[in-house]
């Protein structure tokens, strides 16, 4: 009998987002942090759920993350996160700290927990302080529900200059329990790893604690939001947050439970999701452009070359143009930091071939434009240094990138 794998047995729920696991609840509100549409939001569970975080690896770190950093080190449990958009909370000094704790404080009394049971996120823009008497009011105008319009509501409220909300849900049968996962996610600018200007939340009703969570969600970061890159700025408020709350009943998950490689294909499939969806929604992109990088001696390797070419800005406009210009991908794979030999690489568009073992190769220029001009392509790099492969995501660089980044602040 057939062994099923992991990628298997994880199956995508339709229509899946943050409420898609037990026992969670969200919702949005319209606080006038931005003229009309929603600016704060919330993720609730009843159930103390197990927590864990990564952050941006930019220096200059904003308010939030220090709070939140806080109040995941007490217990390794929260009640929910609070969110803002439009107003950063960055390089704000004493004042920009006080006002990230007050927002915890405010949303903490408002579900009647902790205050140390409430994580903080802000995006927009830098250097402004927060407005704390609308943030006040948005928070007492947050009414969550299971609904999946409060999980829309949620995915609004995050949103800055995102064209779309980004969300997923998938789930497994873990000791006879379904387990359930589910994520929302904003990102389009100043997206580069690690990570990028995004906010990742991601949610399950799996019983896991706190410290094997963060070993999981370390373990996928790598390969899924490091992996993306937009226009090679990182951000200062960069941040993906796990929610557990265990109504899934199952038994606790670690690296010695033998379904373990399945929640974490779950979890990788949930990020993974995520990231992908930023990187096409870059600003001004209209395109996906997925780089695979084959026969490296280490998939950081890999990993680093796929980043270097998809990050290049000659690539993302020749991407634009739908100009299959190879020449650009090589010179990139020559500057990763990355050691091959030249005369032993091949690069197709898709599976048109395009360089042989470092000679060029006739192709029709007519084919490979209407296989760039697609929403979504990929670039793909064949090595002979080893046996290891690597991929990252990331999007063409369009003139909407430069009109909107003119005008960010206005």
Not at 361 to 370: G, Q, R
Not at 391 to 404: M, P, Q, R, S
Request: hydrophobic share 40%; glycine share 10%; with cysteine.
């Amino acid at each position: 009998m057939k062994t099923l794998q992991p990628v298997e047995v994880v199956k995508q729920v339709n229509e899946g987002n943050i409420l898609t696991p037990k026992g969670f609840k969200a919702d949005g509100a319209h606080a006038g942090l931005r003229y009309e549409k929603k600016d704060v939001g919330v993720i609730y569970t009843e159930t103390p759920a197990s927590s864990a975080a990564v952050y941006t690896k930019n220096i200059v770190q904003a308010a939030p993350i220090a709070v939140t950093k806080d109040s995941i080190s007490q217990e390794g449990k929260l009640h929910g996160i609070i969110v803002n958009s439009a107003c950063a909370n960055a390089c704000t000094g004493e004042q920009g700290l006080k006002d990230a704790y007050e927002m915890r404080k405010l949303a903490a009394e408002k579900f009647g927990v902790s205050e140390h049971l409430f994580a903080v996120a802000s995006t927009g823009v830098i250097g402004e302080l927060l407005d704390m008497e609308k943030i006040a009011n948005g928070i007492q105008a947050l009414n969550p529900t299971t609904e999946r319009v409060s999980a829309e509501s949620f995915e609004t409220a995050i949103l800055t200059t995102d064209l779309v909300s980004k969300h997923c849900g998938y789930e497994a049968i873990i000791d006879g329990k379904k387990v359930s996962m589910g994520g929302a996610a904003k990102g389009s600018g100043m997206i580069h790893p690690n990570m990028a200007t995004m906010l990742g939340f991601i949610t399950t009703d799996a019983v896991i604690e706190s410290t094997d969570l963060h070993a999981a969600l370390r373990e996928v970061t790598n390969d899924t939001f490091n992996q993306i890159t937009v226009d090679g700025d990182c951000s200062t408020n960069d941040m993906v947050l796990v929610l557990a709350n265990g109504e899934a009943g199952n038994e606790p998950l670690s690296s010695t439970h033998p379904e373990w490689p399945v929640f974490i294909e779950m979890l990788k499939q949930t990020a993974e999701t995520l990231a992908k969806k930023i990187a096409k929604d870059g600003e001004g992109a209209t395109k996906l452009i997925e780089v695979n990088v084959h026969g490296m001696k280490t998939k950081p390797e890999a990993q680093m070359m796929g980043k270097t070419i998809v990050g290049s800005n000659l690539v993302k406009t020749a991407a634009y143009g739908a100009d299959a210009n190879w020449g650009r991908i090589i010179a990139a794979m020559g500057r990763s930091g990355v050691t091959f030999n030249p005369r032993e690489a091949t690069i197709a568009f898709g599976d048109i071939v395009v360089l042989k073992d470092g000679e060029p190769v006739a192709f029709s220029e007519e084919d490979a434009k209407v296989y760039l001009e697609q929403d979504s392509f990929t670039i793909n790099v064949y090595l002979k240094e080893g046996t290891e492969s690597g991929t990252a995501w990331g999007c063409d660089l369009t003139y909407e990138y430069v009109k909107i980044n003119g005008s960010y602040r206005s």
